[in-house]
């Protein structure tokens, strides 16, 4: 009797089968981490983005003995976007807010919608907090606000107020007293 050889080449089914399996959970895996990392970077880049715009009304301040903007209530769009509009169009953008900074800073904007909601950008006002935590304007404070993706993320330092709606958070930082 003889043995054939042949038996011996090449992997069954079933082990190739758990290869591609095996393959699969390794690649969601990395594929998680990478998209957790991209979060991580975008609100990394919106608090620098929000400390440019802190310094250029700091510095506008400085220049002109108040800060830019002639409505206490009313809340604008920091940065050049399409259509003057950010934050789903609700708030409007200021060509004299917008050129007194571009003395300061290179205006940059936000793009990037946090998913949950479909917000971006970044608003400015003289009356904080608007819109968020709640409650009512205060004149005479001025405030940054934005989004960061992810529940419970880190605002940054200072005078911030957050608050979480689905699955964002939203910032607001306190520039005066």
């Not at 079933?14 to 979060?39: P, Q």
């Not at 919106?46 to 700091?58: D, F, G, H, K, Q």
Request: proline fraction near 6%.
């Amino acid at each position: 009797m003889s043995i054939s050889k042949n038996r011996n080449r090449g992997f069954t089914l079933i082990e190739l089968l758990v290869v591609i399996a095996v393959i699969g959970v390794l690649a969601a895996i990395v594929f998680t981490s990478v998209n957790s990392a991209r979060m991580k970077a975008r609100n990394a880049k919106r608090l620098e983005e929000v400390r440019s715009y802190s310094i250029a009304l700091a510095l506008a301040y400085d220049k002109y003995g108040e800060y830019p903007g002639t409505v206490n209530h009313a809340v604008y769009c920091l940065g050049d976007y399409p259509n003057n509009t950010c934050w789903e169009g609700e708030t409007y953008g200021n060509a004299v807010i917008n050129n007194v900074l571009k003395e300061f800073c290179s205006m940059p904007i936000d793009t990037y919608p946090v998913p949950e909601d479909g917000f971006y950008g970044y608003l400015y006002s003289k009356s904080f907090p608007v819109p968020i935590p709640g409650g009512p304007p205060v004149p005479g404070k001025v405030g940054i606000y934005w989004m960061m993706e992810g529940v419970n993320q880190s605002c940054g330092v200072g005078r911030v107020h957050t608050a979480n709606s689905g699955g964002a958070t939203y910032c607001g930082y306190e520039i005066s007293y």
